[in-house]
């Protein structure tokens, strides 16, 4: 058999399921239960937090063939349900806005919704990326959007809320999807590694989960991504293998190479983790992380909470923040940044970011 990705064997198919979205999610089940689900959501966030899934949720709820008055869950048993896990549902419809953006796709989608379901109870359209949408194709949708036929449903999903005409986001309900905390996925990937029966390090679950930056379809390519080098068992090793990162080590050499002004250490530690396959984006990227993490303890310990990280390495950065001044890690942060930003375009990056360290 053909190995199923982890990102789409563990897709959540109910509710319940849904990773960090709660008031989301709470809000969603008393709407379906109590039948006050709206004709448009527009749900909005990063990559990775759920939007596509969510949506799959309302339009599976909606067509569950077993669901009672009252519940919120879709049964997954029923033919309908089945369907629509398959991807092969007639009532519902997803729609990539980013390949389907002009005025003709959204008329012949205009014309469409006139008709019943197929099969189920309601017609739902999904609309990824809805923020590739021309204006002439929103103006086009905008008639249809405001009194869509009893049987139709939209949910439009974009990463770029702002770029969705005001007109069209009035029409809708708006949900703010957040970015998950690497602590909610490195619980989350845990799980996974047990369903999986795999054993997953503390230190490489925290590893793949600063690296995701909050995606949970991110981590759960990345898990994908070390086991195939590490099967029996993932640890820090083999994540830094896999996904060529440099972990938390030398981001904390750097560090205490710039508390003792130690030039030469600090140059070492560029040349291995350049070495190690990690690009020089990618290390200016983790610097600006490590330092931002430094500079909230440094102004306030209790700032603690705001640092993006497993619990043991939090006992780290205070224990270096408290080598430093706020002043002088934000105003090395603020160098960083300024060199960041030419990194990109620089004939010789790494040249600039050494000059820079």
Known sequence: ????????????????????????????????????VAHAYLFAGPRGSGKTTTARLIAKALNCETRKDGESEPCNHCRSCIEITQGTSLDVLEIDGASNRGIEEIRNLRENVKYAPSGGKSKVYIIDEAHQLTDFAWNALLKTLEEPPPHVRFVFATTEPLEVPDTIASRCQVFEFRRLRSEELVAHLQTIAAAEKVKLDPEAAGLIARASEGSVRDALSRLDQALAVAPEGVTADAVAQALGLGGLDPFFELGDAMAARDPKQALETLDRLYDGGMDVEEI?????HHLRQLMLIAVDRSLEKLVDAAPSDRERYAAQAARFHANDLSAMLAMLLQSRAEIRKAETPRALLEVTV
């Open 1 to 36: 058999m053909s190995h199923l990705a982890l990102a789409r064997k563990y897709r959540p198919q109910r509710f319940a399921d849904l990773v960090g979205q709660d008031p989301v999610r709470i809000t969603l089940e008393r709407a379906v239960a109590t039948n006050r």
């Open 284 to 288: 200016a990227d983790g610097l600006a």
